[in-house]
């Protein structure tokens, strides 16, 4: 078996946002420059926040990247893929598959739920109201993100903009074979970048989080494929039920991979 470099692994891992490479001497008709706000990114964000926002059901598959940097500077990517299922207002069914994650995530609109396949192992919590309320709660309690959460909340807009000083247009690109606008935003702490489908169905395709404070500048990117704005659900579909043997967990905790981990516990 060879060894493998996770005692080297550090360390740093990008934070849940986005950003735009300007240093690389990109430039687009509509771009504008550092401090100044985009009329026409701003305009795309808006219409596809409001398309987001106003979809009673989706799914989507997220194929997500983390990057890591070694103590010895060395870029390694870490990479998973989600599947989430959205019936607005409160209803939600996720999951997470990669090297150190197996994970499913329910909410019923009353209780939500955390699954560790690996562990045969669940974290649940009595959360009433939107998925708003949930996606808060599922990161104070574990520390565990959903993919583009921002991109599911009721007011994408407001959760995607806040602390935004600048923005930019840079024009179209492809993504998985579909025209899509590009848009750029820059914050104190992270810079952000987020490809919307050209159209009348203004869907995000890609979303990527620069952490420009830390070294090396890590990445978060997500993918987003396969939207079904009618997707077919079963009844029972954001019901936890527990498999046989799974033990009901005080807490869990989330490691820099994503790994969940047993904290305190069984109830």
Do not use: C
């Not at 740093?12 to 420059?33: N, Q």
């Not at 919307?196 to 830390?214: A, E, F, H």
């Not at 978060?220 to 494929?225: A, E, G, N, Q």
């Amino acid at each position: 078996m060879k060894q493998e470099n996770s005692g080297k692994l550090t360390l740093r891992r990008g934070l849940m946002a986005a950003s735009i490479a300007v240093g690389f001497g990109l430039s687009a008709t509509g771009a504008l420059a550092a401090g100044a706000m985009n009329a026409d990114a701003d305009e795309i964000l808006k219409s596809m926040s409001k398309f987001l926002a106003g979809s009673k059901a989706f799914s989507v598959t997220a194929d997500i990247s983390n990057e890591f940097i070694t103590v010895d500077a060395q870029k390694l990517q870490l990479n998973s893929q989600s599947t989430v299922l959205v019936e607005r207002p409160g209803r939600f069914y996720a999951t997470r598959k990669g090297r150190f994650a197996d994970v499913e995530m329910f909410f019923d609109g009353s209780k939500l739920t955390v699954y560790g396949a690996g562990l045969n192992g669940y974290l649940q919590q009595d959360v009433s109201g939107t998925i708003d309320k949930a996606v808060l709660a599922l990161e104070a309690r574990s520390g565990m993100s959903m993919p583009g959460a921002d991109l599911l909340l009721s007011d994408p807009y407001a959760a995607l903009t806040g602390g935004v000083t600048s923005s930019g247009y840079y024009g179209t690109a492809w993504i998985g074979g579909v025209k899509a606008h590009h848009l750029a935003f820059r914050t104190p702490t992270v810079d952000w970048q987020i490809w919307v489908k050209d159209g009348d169905q203004p869907l995000p395709l890609k979303y990527v989080i620069t952490s420009k404070r830390l070294a090396g500048a890590p990445e978060y990117s997500v993918v987003l494929s396969n939207w079904n704005l009618k997707p077919a659900i079963a009844a029972d579909r954001f019901k936890f039920v527990p498999p046989k043997g799974a033990t009901n967990l005080k807490a869990i905790e989330v490691d820099e991979t994503g790994e969940i981990t047993i904290s305190g516990g069984a109830k």
